[in-house]
C-alpha cells in the first residue's frame, strides 16, 4: 500500500468539492491496481489518500497523472503500517484457524464437551449466514452506507491527529466541519477506524465491522438466552432467530444503519438484565450479576444509536408504570436504580458534552413526519418483498421492505394459539406467564410501528411529545424491540412445551420458525446481491463529504450548496492570505488596513468552543 500526499493550492471552478484528482494507471496490470483515483480536496492544506496493489500483483510501468485546478506538490510513500497489518492478518488467520482445531478435534489443550462444540458451530454458521454478502471484493450500495463510512475514516483522522474522543469531524461538509460525534455515538467504531490506521481499506474495515457486529449480536443473544433457560439448544434457537430476524438484516444490507444494527446487538441484555430484576424472588437481594446486564445493554445502545435510545427509554418507562407494583418494591427499586446510576457513570464522558451541546446549540434537526413516513401492516408482514426502494411518505410503492418476517408473525400466531389452548389449565407456568409478557409488549411495538398511531395528534397536546415523536423519524424503527421481545417470547414457549411432554411439538415450532428466518435471510441477501448497487470503496476522497443524511446535526439557517466551496470572506480594509487547516486548527495571516472593526469568515463551521489566537499568543 503507497499514501499519497498532496499540497494542493487552488479551488475548484464546480460544485464537486475537489480541486483535482491523480489518476493511478499500469498498462500491465491494470486490475492489480486499488483506488485508481485519488482526490484532492477543495483548500486542503493536506490530501493524503491510499492506492494499493494487490497481493501478488506487481507493476512495473505504474503511471502517476495528475488532473488539477491549481498547482502544489505531490509526495508518493509506502506505508509500513499496512506491511504490519499484513502480517498481523496472516497471524490472525493462523491463529483463527488453530483455535478452530482445538475447538473440534480431540485434544488434551482444550478439552470441550460436544455440546459446547455445537455452541461454537452453531454461533459460527449463524454469524457467516447472516453477513453473507460482506465477504466479497465490493460493497452494497445501502441507503446510509457513505455516511457510515466516512464517520470511521473521519475517526480513523482524529485519532492519527490527537483528538481523542473525538467531538467534530473536520473533514465532513466539505471541510467546514460536522458535529455528528456530539450527538452519535462513536465508540464501537473504534474498531473500524484503528484497521484504517493500520492500512487497511474503509471497504474491509467496514465488512469485517458488520461481520464482527453480527458475531456479537449472535453471542449475545445465546448468552441471555442461555442464563434464561439453561438450556444450549433453546439458547441456539433464540440466538438464530434473533440474528437472522428481518428487520435486523434489513438494517445491516439494505440500509447499512450501522448506528441502529449495533444498538439491536444490545437489546438483549437490556431485556434480559429486567427479567431478572421482576422475576427475581420478592425480598431476596438483587446482586450485580442481576442489574449489570442493564446498565451493559443501556451502555451500548447509547454508544451506538441516538434514536434508539429514545425508543428505549420510553419502553423502560412503560414497563415501570405496567409493573409499578413491582417497580417500588425495595429490592428491585434499588436494583433499577443502580442500573441507572452505573449507566451514567459508564457514559459521563459522552453525556455530559451531549447534554452541554444540546442545550447550547441550534440545529437543524429533522422535520421528518413519523406519521407518514410509518409502514402498514401489510408491509410489516410482507414475506418476501423488494429490497429496492426509500421511505417515500404515504402508500407502499417504491419503498424499501419495513417488515418483522413470516417467523416472527408464525411465533406470534402460534403462541396466540396456544395461550387459547391453555386458558382451561388449572396449572400456573411462569414462563408461560413470561413468554405471554413478551410477546403483548412484541404486538404492542408492532403496533407503534404501523399508521395505525396518529402522532400528529401530539402536536395539539403537547408540543414536546410531539417534537420527541417526530425525533424517531421512522416508526418502523420499533421493529427492532418489536423483534426482540417477540424472540424472548418464542425461547419461552419452546420451554414451556417441552416441559408439557409436547416435545414434538416444541421442535417442529422451532423447526418453522428457523426455517422461515432462513428462508428470509436467504431471500433478502440474494435480493440485495442481485439489485443494489455495487461499489469498491479503497480510497477516502471517493466518498462525498457533503453526503450526511438529513443533515440533523448541521447549524441552523446553513445554506448547504454554499458548503461546496471553501472561500474565505473578507470585510472591508482586510487581506488575507496563507490559508492552512489541519484538522480542526486553522491559520491565517491577516490585516485590517482600515480605521473601521471589520471581519473575516473562514470556512468553518460555527459549532461552539471554538476559540482564536492572535500570534503572540493572546486569545
Known amino acids: 500500500a503507497y499514501q499519497s500526499i498532496a499540497t494542493p493550492q487552488g479551488s475548484t471552478p464546480d460544485e464537486y468539492c475537489y480541486a483535482g484528482w491523480v489518476s493511478v494507471e499500469s498498462d500491465s496490470n491494470p486490475n492489480g491496481i ?3 483515483r485519488l482526490y484532492l480536496r ?8 491510499r492506492f494499493t496493489i494487490r497481493l501478488g500483483g506487481q507493476s512495473d510501468d505504474l503511471t502517476l497523472r495528475v488532473y488539477q485546478y491549481g498547482y502544489g506538490t505531490l509526495t508518493i510513500q509506502e506505508s509500513m ?15 483463527a484457524v488453530d483455535l478452530l482445531y482445538l475447538v473440534f478435534a480431540d485434544n488434551p489443550i482444550l478439552k470441550l464437551k460436544k455440546t459446547q462444540k455445537y455452541v461454537v458451530l452453531g454461533v459460527l454458521l ?4 447472516g453477513s453473507i454478502v460482506f465477504f466479497s471484493d465490493f460493497l452494497l450500495q445501502g441507503h446510509d452506507l457513505k455516511f457510515h463510512l466516512y464517520r470511521i475514516m473521519n475517526l480513523a483522522q482524529s485519532l492519527r491527529q490527537g483528538q481523542i474522543p473525538q467531538r467534530l469531524q473536520a473533514e465532513m461538509l466539505n471541510g467546514y466541519g460536522y458535529a455528528a460525534p456530539l450527538f452519535y455515538g462513536e465508540l464501537f467504531l473504534l474498531f473500524p477506524a484503528l484497521l484504517l490506521l493500520l492500512g487497511v481499506s474503509v471497504q ?6 458488520a461481520v464482527a457486529i453480527t458475531l456479537l449480536t449472535c453471542f449475545i443473544a445465546y448468552w441471555c438466552f442461555n442464563k434464561m433457560t439453561g438450556d444450549w439448544k433453546k439458547s441456539l434457537f433464540g440466538a438464530a432467530l434473533y440474528t437472522l430476524s428481518a428487520y435486523r438484516i434489513i438494517n445491516v444490507i439494505l440500509r447499512s444503519s450501522v448506528g441502529e444494527y449495533t444498538a439491536i446487538a444490545f437489546f438483549p441484555l437490556v431485556l434480559y438484565g429486567f427479567y431478572r430484576v421482576y422475576t427475581a424472588p420478592d425480598r431476596e437481594k438483587i446482586l450485580l450479576g442481576g442489574y449489570l446486564p442493564i446498565a451493559l445493554g443501556l451502555t451500548g445502545i447509547l454508544q451506538s444509536h441516538s434514536l434508539s435510545c429514545e425508543i428505549t427509554a420510553f419502553f423502560i418507562g412503560a414497563a415501570v408504570l405496567v409493573y409499578i407494583k413491582k417497580t417500588i418494591q425495595p429490592q428491585r427499586f434499588l ?7 452505573l449507566t451514567l457513570l459508564l ?6 458534552p451531549f447534554i452541554q451541546s444540546i442545550l447550547t446549540t441550534k440545529l437543524s434537526l429533522s422535520n421528518a413526519n413519523a406519521e ?9 408482514f410482507a414475506v418476501f418483498p423488494d429490497v429496492l426502494g426509500g421511505s417515500f411518505g404515504r402508500g407502499t410503492q417504491q419503498e424499501l421492505p419495513m417488515m418483522i418476517g413470516p417467523a416472527l408473525a408464525a411465533a406470534l400466531i402460534i403462541w396466540f394459539f396456544w395461550r387459547i389452548r391453555q386458558s382451561g389449565s388449572s396449572k400456573k407456568d411462569s414462563d408461560l406467564g413470561a413468554a405471554s409478557a413478551f410477546f403483548l409488549w412484541g404486538a404492542a411495538a408492532l403496533v407503534l410501528a404501523t399508521n395505525f398511531i396518529p402522532w400528529n395528534n401530539l402536536e395539539s397536546i403537547s408540543p414536546l411529545l410531539y417534537k420527541l415523536a417526530m425525533m424517531i423519524q421512522f416508526p418502523m424503527r420499533y421493529l427492532g424491540f418489536a423483534g426482540c421481545f417477540l424472540v424472548f417470547g418464542a425461547v419461552l414457549l419452546a420451554g414451556q412445551m417441552e416441559r408439557q411432554g409436547l416435545t414434538q411439538w416444541a421442535n417442529i415450532f422451532i423447526c418453522v420458525t428457523l426455517g422461515l428466518s432462513i428462508l428470509t435471510t436467504g431471500s433478502l441477501s440474494t435480493k440485495a446481491a442481485n439489485d443494489l448497487e455495487e461499489t469498491q470503496m479503497f480510497s477516502p476522497g471517493a466518498i462525498e463529504t457533503l453526503h450526511v443524511m438529513s443533515g440533523e446535526y448541521v447549524l441552523f439557517g446553513t445554506d448547504m450548496d454554499a458548503l461546496k466551496s471553501r472561500e474565505l470572506f473578507e470585510g472591508e480594509g482586510v487581506a488575507a492570505e496563507n490559508y492552512t487547516r489541519e484538522g480542526l486548527h486553522s491559520q491565517v495571516w491577516c490585516e485590517n488596513t482600515s480605521e473601521e472593526d471589520s471581519y473575516l469568515d473562514l470556512p468553518v463551521a460555527a459549532y461552539s468552543n471554538y476559540h482564536a489566537w492572535l500570534e503572540d499568543g493572546q486569545e
Not at 474491509?204 to 465491522?209: E, S
Not at 457514559?347 to 455530559?352: D, M, T, V
Not at 407518514?372 to 410489516?380: H, V
Open 42 to 49: 477543495d483548500r486542503a492544506t493536506q490530501a493524503v489518500e
Open 335 to 341: 436494583a433499577l436504580a443502580k442500573a441507572a446510576l
Open 372 to 380: 407518514t413516513n410509518a409502514p402498514y401492516l401489510m408491509q410489516i
Open 126 to 129: 449463524i454469524t457467516v449466514f
Open 347 to 352: 457514559n459521563a464522558w459522552y453525556l455530559i
Open 204 to 209: 474491509m474495515a467496514y465488512q469485517m465491522y
Open 34 to 36: 486499488l483506488s485508481k
Open 81 to 95: 503500517a499496512y506491511r504490519f497489518a499484513r502480517v498481523l492478518g496472516f497471524l490472525g488467520i493462523f491463529a
